[in-house]
């Protein structure tokens, strides 16, 4: 039942809830009833956490998005005018009086004000085991000779998702994996103007084909709780924090400025570079990454 979905998710509702998200249907859905996604974030599930810990995930359901009627019963759905309220009105209600306490509400992205926010599909990666000097890392992919070109970590790549923009983060949702950054878990991104020789039009020395970008991600939360020294598992020891590098790749070249331009209005460092493949499909590169000219 509607009710029951709604109850429980209002059950998981505490002061440790990073964010309460709500989604317009994906353009490419096929369903019949045009519901919304409904994305809640626990503290503990972000960052990395949701790839380097089984628990917490963030939890995901659909709400229906049609008018308040007598399917929307109990406490929750007391008082609904159905010529006033929606079943999403009721839901942010509920919601909102829950999170007020802790100076949070909803972020709705399906309103008005809402519309034309940035968002695409991408794929996700990241590196399978920690780099102990990730900025040294990084740095040594600034290099042209493709003799010189560094072994990079093994990278765990997942199935293209949808990456969103958000004022608060990035939110990434695929199939088998969802990923939440507060802007607070990365400072520095590198954004690559990935070329494929492979591609290129007769003339050309090579093709643009899209926009890949890295960062160093940790876990704010398990980070903030060993400097207070207040973090422990079930066997009462102090988890050590994961700390990765993550890229959000193939996305498309059209959306470069607007990306950029996101990143630079919410004051995150921004590395612009560019990389050459002989074939990028194929994942052959030809140089290193170099700033961009």
């Known amino acids: 039942m509607i009710v029951f979905r709604l109850h429980v998710a209002m059950s998981r509702l505490t002061r440790f809830e990073e964010q309460v998200i709500v989604l ?8 019949k009833n045009p519901d919304h996604q409904v994305i809640i974030v626990p503290t503990a599930a972000t960052g990395l956490s949701t790839i380097t810990r089984k628990y917490p995930q963030i939890i995901s359901f659909y709400w229906p998005d049609k008018k308040a009627d007598g399917k929307l019963q109990g406490r929750l759905g007391e008082g609904a005018d159905p ?27 399906t309103c008005e004000e809402q519309k034309g926010f940035l968002h695409c599909d991408a794929a996700l990666s990241y590196t399978k085991e920690d780099v102990e000097n990730k900025a040294n890392f990084l740095g040594k992919l600034f290099t ?11 990278l765990i790549n997942l199935p293209t998702g949808h990456l969103y923009f958000l004022d608060t983060g990035l939110l990434f949702l695929s199939v088998s994996t969802r990923v939440y950054l507060p802007k607070k ?42 400097s207070d020294g207040k973090a422990t598992d079930s066997g009462g020891q102090v ?8 890229g959000f790749t193939r996305i498309p070249l059209r959306l470069i400025n607007e990306v ?18 002989y074939d990028y499909d194929k994942d052959q590169p030809c ?7």
């Not at 942010?92 to 009086?97: F, S, Y």
Request: charge should be neutral; glycine fraction near 2%; proline fraction near 7%.
């Open 260 to 277: 950029e331009q996101y990143f630079k209005k919410h004051e995150i460092e921004l590395c612009e570079c560019e990389q050459i493949f």
């Open 24 to 31: 317009p249907q994906h353009p490419t859905s096929t369903a």
């Open 83 to 109: 010529k006033q309220n929606t079943y999403l009105s009721v839901f942010k209600n509920a919601v909102n009086e829950r999170l007020a306490h802790y100076q949070k509400t909803v972020i709705d992205l």
């Open 287 to 293: 140089t290193g990454w170099s700033p961009r000219l």
């Open 144 to 154: 042209r000779p493709s003799s010189n070109i560094p072994t990079a970590p093994v």
């Open 239 to 246: 988890p050590t924090p994961a700390s990765l590098i993550l």
């Open 185 to 226: 878990s990365f400072s520095t991104v590198y954004s690559i103007i990935v070329k494929d020789i492979a591609r290129a039009k007769k003339g050309e020395a090579s093709a643009a084909v899209c926009l890949d970008t890295c960062m160093s991600v940790g876990e704010p939360f398990f980070e903030s709780k060993i």
